[in-house]
């Protein structure tokens, strides 16, 4: 307020202060597109895009600053990016990143406010898994080595009542191995003789150990039945098929 000689007066005000003790508020950090949960994978050969929702209540963000990296709040993978305060998205394809078969990545977004504090948001592991498991073996039979108790394959068996395979050794170094599908035909790369059935990984207690399943009755007095294994990863659209001609004769008692 001022006031001069006749008396007359006029008033200002400042537009305000708004204290800020606190960073922003990070609520999500998301990699798209991908599958998984608690680790990321990557199916695409094309570079993801990065999406946050960063806020400040108070004073409003200023900019954010994103890093690429082997590890959290690295950059080693790609040049850090300074980005404004209206930006909630990255395209990393726009960024010359590139990808290759078992890159491991995380994403990390700080988001600093107008009077400089931050908050960091960290993305979960991201894997790029472009390849399907590695095929292990399959063993017709339940026949095992005398005390060793390894199964060894068998050409001919008598029973008609039940069959049997173990296999062992699908692998996948990127995404795991989470579940197997089987199924019996009559000759190789038919599925006729029943339908295919899905096995979880997460069942069993020990990993590429032989498991026993017993598939259906037969009422045949000689038929050679094939087993088809599929191991399927964590990016479930990628999987390993293996056939094996079983050579299982059955003779009716």
């Given at each position: 307020?001022?006031?001069?000689?006749?008396?007359d007066?006029?008033?200002?005000?400042?537009?305000?202060v708004?204290?800020?003790?606190?960073?922003?508020?990070?609520?999500?950090?998301?990699?798209?597109?991908?599958?998984?949960?608690?680790?990321?994978?990557?199916?695409?050969?094309?570079?993801?895009?990065?999406?946050?929702?960063?806020d400040?209540?108070?004073?409003?963000?200023?900019?954010?600053?994103?890093?690429?990296?082997?590890?959290?709040?690295?950059?080693?993978?790609?040049a850090?990016?300074?980005?404004?305060?209206?930006?909630?998205?990255?395209?990393?394809?726009?960024?010359?990143?590139?990808?290759?078969?078992?890159?491991?990545?995380?994403?990390?977004?700080?988001?600093?406010?107008?009077?400089?504090?931050e908050?960091v948001?960290?993305?979960?592991q991201?894997?790029?898994?472009?390849?399907?498991?590695?095929a292990?073996?399959?063993?017709?039979?339940?026949?095992?080595k005398?005390?060793?108790?390894?199964?060894i394959?068998?050409?001919?068996?008598?029973?008609?009542?039940?069959?049997?395979?173990?296999?062992?050794?699908?692998?996948?170094s990127e995404?795991?191995v989470?579940?197997?599908?089987?199924?019996?035909?009559?000759?190789?790369?038919?599925?006729?003789?029943?339908?295919?059935?899905v096995?979880?990984?997460?069942?069993?207690s020990?990993?590429?150990?032989?498991?026993?399943?017993?598939?259906?009755?037969?009422?045949?007095?000689?038929?050679?039945f094939?087993?088809?294994v599929?191991?399927c990863?964590?990016?479930?659209?990628?999987?390993?098929?293996?056939?094996r001609?079983?050579?299982?004769?059955?003779?009716?008692?």
């Amino acid at each position: 307020k001022a006031k001069n000689a006749r008396g007359d007066t006029v008033m200002s005000s400042s537009d305000g202060v708004i204290i800020d003790r606190t960073p922003p508020v990070a609520k999500s950090i998301q990699i798209a597109p991908s599958s998984g949960k608690e680790t990321l994978f990557l199916t695409s050969p094309s570079a993801p895009v990065v999406t946050w929702s960063i806020d400040d209540p108070e004073s409003g963000i200023s900019h954010f600053i994103v890093h690429v990296g082997s590890f959290p709040l690295h950059s080693d993978l790609l040049a850090t990016e300074h980005l404004d305060s209206l930006s909630r998205s990255l395209d990393l394809g726009q960024t010359n990143f590139t990808l290759y078969q078992g890159l491991i990545f995380y994403v990390t977004v700080t988001g600093i406010n107008m009077v400089g504090l931050e908050t960091v948001a960290t993305s979960q592991q991201v894997v790029v898994d472009w390849t399907p498991p590695e095929a292990g073996e399959i063993v017709d039979g339940n026949r095992t080595k005398p005390r060793a108790g390894v199964f060894i394959d068998s050409n001919y068996q008598k029973d008609n009542g039940m069959l049997f395979a173990h296999w062992s050794g699908f692998k996948d170094s990127e995404s795991d191995v989470i579940k197997y599908q089987w199924c019996v035909g009559i000759a190789q790369g038919n599925y006729d003789f029943c339908v295919v059935h899905v096995f979880f990984k997460s069942w069993s207690s020990q990993r590429y150990v032989p498991i026993i399943h017993s598939i259906y009755n037969v009422q045949m007095q000689l038929f050679i039945f094939n087993f088809f294994v599929r191991s399927c990863n964590y990016t479930y659209n990628i999987k390993s098929f293996l056939k094996r001609c079983g050579l299982l004769f059955f003779r009716h008692l």
